[in-house]
């Protein structure tokens, strides 16, 4: 029996969901569009096991093995220079948590890029457990906005983390893995690279490779890599026993064959020549996008992007992120409020907002798109009607449908 014909409230909601997509333009940075066989491989009926890597905790699970074992070496062979990976983890968040279990020490010090700078919630934040089971320090930027690698090394000495993280959740800057590797050596620290949202760059040579210079290295799948949701948990061999056994039974119980046959797929279709195209397309267009607004007077962190992001201060304006992201939702184009370096506002309103181009590449939207996708942007927060303005974006997104 299909779902609509088993839960017609429950296909309903699908389905508005579905069609609401096609008809909006998302920009958030964070999106994307899983490919119809990395969506297929969720359906089947692969059931959930238990296990540290070597022992099973139930009956049967010699198909699931394979699978898992089919994920991990794909991923390996994604990051040349990779040594071990864990790919069971259900989330970022969870993935980060093992790995600071397995190296970590409750009330280490961790030196992590601060949040209203591009940093994530689980390097730090002090309502997350990082921030609550290490000591933090964060760095910054410099006043361009790029990543302040001197205060880095200045923090790194003065205060001997055992951990340095490079990586973040919206930064338009590039990260430079043997530097922060240079820094954790000269102070004794492991080095974290958290690569979730820029992993499919790394892969397709668009952005520094933080194999073999990290010590751990976590991405998520369903980002740029463009997968079902989950995330892998990369490490060097000395660290693998302490990873797993910090995975399971640490922080979860187990990943459902579905998710890991779901991760292998991704992970074949990341190493096909057609990835390392769409990789290309992405940059291009968040250049072209960033390029588009700046040419109509809107402010850019680190004055543009070198990855597939940008950040825009909206004050010049009169908006805040949250007004920002309000008329831009109402006029159908999707875009999240972002704090920016030294926001006065609160991460509930911001100051500035994030665009990305993940979901626009993956539905076959090219340099031309985005001229367009700019000037719609600067109308809506200009403060046009957004009525008739969703109606050129429809027309837009109809143009390209959903993969």
């Known amino acids: 029996m299909s779902l609509r014909e088993s839960d017609e409230e429950a296909f309903a909601l699908l389905q508005r969901e579905t069609e609401y997509r096609g008809q909006v333009i998302d920009l958030v940075p964070s999106d994307n569009h899983p490919s119809v066989s990395v969506r297929e491989a969720e359906r089947y009926p692969l059931f959930y096991s238990e296990n540290d890597g070597r022992n099973y905790y ?82 910054g930027l410099t006043p361009t906005g ?56 790394v892969v397709s040579g668009h952005h520094p490779s933080p194999f073999p210079h990290s010590d751990s290295v976590m991405t998520t799948l369903q980002k740029t890599l463009r997968g079902a949701k989950g995330a892998v948990a990369f490490c060097r061999h000395a660290h693998a026993k302490a990873l797993n056994r910090a995975v399971f039974p640490g922080v979860m119980a187990h990943a459902t064959g579905a998710q890991l046959l779901a991760k292998a797929i991704c992970f074949g279709e990341v190493g096909q020549p057609s990835f390392k195209a769409l990789m290309e397309r992405v940059v291009r267009n968040a250049q072209r996008l960033a390029g ?82 700019a000037g719609l942007i600067d109308r809506l927060i200009g403060g ?6 969703r109606a050129e974006v429809a027309e837009l997104a109809d143009s390209f449908p959903l993969p």
């Open 292 to 373: 588009a607004l700046a040419d109509r007077g809107y402010a850019l962190v680190s004055g543009g992007t070198q990855t597939h992001l940008m950040i825009v201060d909206v004050r010049s304006k009169g908006l805040t992120g949250k007004d920002a992201e309000r008329r831009l939702q109402a006029g159908g184009i999707l875009a999240n409020k972002q704090l920016i370096p030294a926001d006065p506002e609160k991460p509930t309103v911001c100051s500035g907002i994030r665009l990305g181009t993940p979901c626009s590449a993956s539905r076959g939207m090219g340099e031309p798109e985005m001229d367009q996708i």
């Open 146 to 201: 790029l990543l302040d690698m001197d205060q880095v090394r200045e923090l790194a000495l003065e205060h001997r983390p055992q951990m340095i993280i490079a990586g973040g959740s919206s930064c338009p800057f590039q990260f430079d893995f043997e530097a922060f590797a240079d820094i954790a050596k000269e102070c004794g620290a492991l080095l974290h690279s958290d690569i979730s949202h820029f992993a499919g760059l």
């Open 384 to 389: 046009e009607d957004p009525a008739g303005v």
């Open 58 to 139: 139930y009956p049967a699970c010699e198909t699931v093995a394979e699978v898992e074992q089919l994920a991990r070496e794909r991923a390996l062979a994604c990051f040349p220079g990779a040594e071990d990976v864990n790919v069971k983890p259900t989330d970022g968040t969870r993935a980060n948590e093992a790995t600071y279990r397995a190296l970590l020490k409750d009330g280490d010090t961790i030196l992590s890029l601060g949040l209203a700078e591009g940093g994530h919630l689980s390097h730090g934040l002090k309502w997350n457990y990082s921030g609550q089971l290490y000591r933090i320090v964060h760095y």
